[in-house]
């Protein structure tokens, strides 16, 4: 059986491409080096190969589901979560006053890059709990904090984040549940929310649900939304838990993800549900953003991590599945020669280094991220202001890239098996289902669009995207050290002009008013900046490597090193070309797609 990731490139992207050292120098961070790094990523390797990995079959045959008023989860599920809970790993990267281990993203997202190869079911259960806690810490009083934290973080109790309603997904303004203030200084709480995951089952004793409602009166939209804390059950004064009517009226069964349950949540039915109210009204969704931009980085290495699992899986297939014959140099094939294995086929190779080329650099892109975040929490004044801007433009390419691009790559790891790609016996079909949700939930594609060139390019004067650009700009310096990477440097920095061309051509619309037409064609910006960043990440890696091989100082094999460069060149020739013709259709002055007084589509 395959492997589903590989510690040797985690040890690469940690070490050589992000140099965990200079982040473990953060006084925070006192209590890490690189030796308990190594310590961490093989502990949770060998846990992911025994608790993990192993029911992730199971968990798809056996989902979770809604039945006689109970949510059913695989049982191991529980175990985990419990695990989790003792070790202290839900919410790892938090002070240590607040319960946590002070962990740094950089390594934090390492780690969970281990466990969502090994099984995408698992990790979402305590991902949430630790992104609820965190709102609570951050924004939620003494009390809030006392009462709900140390059981979140321990295990005892889950955490969910509850913002979509059947009228409201991606426009949260159109949130309809309601908040009434009481006497005591609590809030009663009324409506429903769907698609809520991780919602309810019976490993954990209470879900502490962080819920978007409108307090009576409020102003309607974005403007007049609250966050509450709002229990499964709630605490009497002598300390029982009580029903806080919050009932699960069912379980979305889903194409994947299917050991991660997704609830439909009915509350106030009997107009006995409590809920309180964190930080000040009308600010719940800015403080929702908190968690919901830790989620999509979450949600990015998920798919980054789905895709690296598929791609093991493809690349053992492909090396052992003997089928044709080579061709000779005059292009004929002899018959009685024995078949050759599929990986020998340049068709077949081509998928492979695809699959490569997607999967290591979306990890890459994903971990730059959380590094930004390293920085950004551990620096003062400017410095921490450019990481914070940066990891802001970077979010929503780091959602969609390894999501848009993951599923992809899964399908095309899926071809590479042919007919047996398409059999339940193989596993390929499984990462091509779990994959499929990765460009839908935590925003789809079309937001994450609309966030990136509507928002976080246009903000602050355009800063973010001059920071990135000087950083892509010191790796095109530090790449054209080396003669064979110059002319993929270049390649580079002819794609950065396109890039500025693009946006300021973009612009011009929003600058005179037509936002619609300015923003119609984001999803296809999106795609077409996220190929060029992701060139980045490549040209980054291959220089690293380039350096160890010119230098001989090599912590992995030569071989090793040369397949980076090689799969930089394979990007550089099949991908990056795509971005002129995104750049011909984002230039062209037709437009297709806005409604007109017609209706063209019929
Ligand atoms: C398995 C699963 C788990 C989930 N977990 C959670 C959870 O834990 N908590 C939670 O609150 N929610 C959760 N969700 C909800 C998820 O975030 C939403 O499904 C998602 O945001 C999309 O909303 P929608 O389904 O209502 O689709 P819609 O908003 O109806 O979108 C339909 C289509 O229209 C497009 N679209 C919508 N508005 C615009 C626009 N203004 N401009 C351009 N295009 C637009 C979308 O991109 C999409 O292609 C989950 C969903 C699923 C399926």
Redo the contacts with the bound molecule.
């Keep these: 059986m395959s492997d589903y990731t590989n510690l040797e490139n985690l040890r690469f992207l940690l070490n050589e491409v992000h140099n965990i050292e200079d982040v473990l120098k953060y006084e925070r961070y006192a209590d890490y080096d690189t030796d308990a790094v190594e310590i961490l990523l093989q502990s949770t390797k060998d846990t992911c190969d025994k608790e993990y990995f192993p029911f992730y079959r199971e968990m798809d045959e056996d989902p979770a589901r809604f039945e006689d008023g109970k949510l059913y989860v695989h049982p191991q599920i529980g175990k985990v979560v419990k695990m989790a809970g003792e070790n202290g790993s839900i919410g790892a990267q938090f002070d240590y006053d607040d319960g946590g281990q002070q962990m740094p993203h950089l390594l934090y997202g390492a780690l969970s890059h281990i466990q969502a190869a090994a099984n995408n079911n698992i990790g979402g259960y305590f991902g949430?709990t630790a992104g609820a806690a965190g709102l609570i810490i951050t924004f939620g009083s003494d009390e809030l904090k006392n009462t709900y934290v140390p059981k979140m973080l321990s295990g005892e109790w889950a955490g969910?984040?509850?913002?979509?309603e059947p009228q409201?997904?991606?426009?949260l303004s159109d949130i309809t549940s309601s908040a009434t203030p009481q006497e005591d200084g609590s809030y009663k709480i009324k409506g429903q929310?769907?698609?809520?995951?991780?919602?309810d089952h019976e490993y954990n004793d209470n879900f502490i649900h962080l819920y978007l409602a409108r307090i009576d009166g409020a102003p309607s939209g974005t403007k007049g939304i609250s966050l509450f804390v709002v229990p499964k059950n709630r605490i009497t004064e002598n300390g029982e838990l009580v029903s806080n009517d919050v009932q699960t009226a069912g379980d979305?069964q889903?194409v994947g993800?299917r050991g991660?349950c997704?609830t439909h949540l009915m509350l106030g039915e009997k107009d006995d549900c409590q809920g309180w109210l964190v930080g000040a009204p009308n600010k719940g969704l800015s403080y929702m953003f908190q968690m919901m931009n830790g989620a999509r980085i979450d949600v990015g290495m998920t798919a980054a991590s789905i895709a690296t699992a598929a791609y093991y899986a493809s690349l053992q297939y492909a090396k052992d599945r003997p089928q044709g014959r080579k061709l000779s140099s005059d292009g004929s094939k002899n018959p009685t020669e024995e078949q050759t294995l599929i990986i020998n086929h340049p068709d077949v190779r081509r998928m492979l280094l695809l699959q490569k080329a997607v999967s290591e650099a979306s990890v890459s892109l994903l971990l730059r991220c959380s590094r930004l975040l390293d920085v950004a929490h551990n620096e003062d004044g400017e410095v921490a202001e450019d990481a914070h801007d940066m990891v802001e433009w970077l979010t929503p390419i780091a959602k969609t890239y390894p999501s848009e691009m993951g599923i992809k790559s899964v399908s095309t790891g899926l071809q590479v098996l042919g007919g047996a790609g398409f059999c339940s016996e193989y596993i390929l079909q499984q990462y091509y289902r779990d994959i499929r949700?990765m460009s839908?939930?935590?925003?789809?594609?079309?937001?994450q669009s609309?966030d990136l060139l509507g928002r976080k390019s246009t903000i602050k004067n355009g800063r973010a995207m001059q920071l990135i650009g000087k950083e892509v700009n010191k790796a095109i310096d530090n790449a054209s050290t080396f003669d064979d990477l110059k002319p993929y440097a270049d390649k580079l920095a002819a794609k950065m002009k396109d890039m500025q061309e693009v946006f300021m051509h973009l612009l011009q619309f929003a600058m005179k008013g037509n936002h619609e037409r300015f923003l119609s064609d984001a999803t296809i910006f999106m795609e077409f900046a996220s190929t060029i960043v992701v060139a980045w990440q490549w040209l980054e890696m291959a220089t690293e490597a380039k350096k160890a091989l010119v230098t001989g100082q090599l912590k992995q094999s030569e071989d090793f090193y040369e397949s980076k460069v090689h799969t930089m060149k394979f990007y550089f020739k099949y991908e990056l070309p795509k971005t002129s013709s995104l750049k011909e259709t984002l230039m062209d002055s037709e437009v297709l797609t806005i409604m007109k007084e017609k209706e063209l589509i019929s």
Excluded: R, V
């Design positions: 949430l969910t984040m509850c913002l979509t409201a997904g991606s426009s929310k769907i698609y809520i995951s991780g919602g979305f889903k993800q991660y997704t949700i839908i939930y935590e925003g789809t594609t079309g937001i609309l």
